[in-house]
């Protein structure tokens, strides 16, 4: 095989990442955040994103290759630093997104977070900045979780141009 990987991004975490992978860095990312234990069973992560644990296991050993994640086996997943910055930029994105459809559109906050997840994947950067202004740069989104920051524009990998 030449040593040509299999998937294009294998190996390299600076190429976007796909809705899906980010989905699963988010849930990873999200159960770190409420104190889940670290690194997070794939039984657990297989459970919130309602998929089979074997669907889990193939997807976190295709971040593990984009050095994305670190897969322990038998012990679960955690974000590396990569990783960790794409869920982030998805999780400001999806905040941003929930604050404005609850405060300005009077959306409940439950109603507002889950229209904000149809908008999370698609939303570059410079627009959850120009949200985030907008907004008048909240910290905390309707849900209570905290928006993270801004990433420093040249710490923007996996981002989408």
């Excluded at 889990?56 to 290759?65: D, G, I, K, T």
């Excluded at 202004?133 to 928006?147: D, E, M």
Aim: hydrophobic share 40%.
């Amino acid at each position: 095989s030449l040593g040509v990987p299999k998937d294009p991004r294998a190996g390299s975490s600076a190429l976007p990442t796909t809705p899906s992978e980010e989905m699963y860095l988010i849930t990873v990312a999200v159960a770190e955040e409420a104190g889940g234990p670290a690194p997070l069973p794939l039984a657990d992560l297989a459970q919130a994103l309602g998929i089979s644990p074997v669907s889990a296991n193939q997807m976190v050993r295709r971040l593990a290759e984009r050095r994305l994640v670190v897969y322990h086996p038998y012990r679960g997943v955690a974000l590396r630093a990569p990783g960790r910055r794409a869920a982030q930029r998805v999780l400001r994105g999806r905040r941003l997104w929930a604050t404005f459809l609850a405060d300005r559109l009077g959306f409940t906050a439950t109603e507002a977070d889950s229209l904000a997840c149809a908008l999370e994947h698609v939303t570059p950067p410079e627009a959850a900045d120009r949200l985030a202004r907008f907004l008048g740069n909240p910290k905390v989104a309707p849900s209570g979780q905290p928006i993270p920051p801004a990433a420093e524009a040249g710490d923007r990998i996996g981002a989408r141009g």
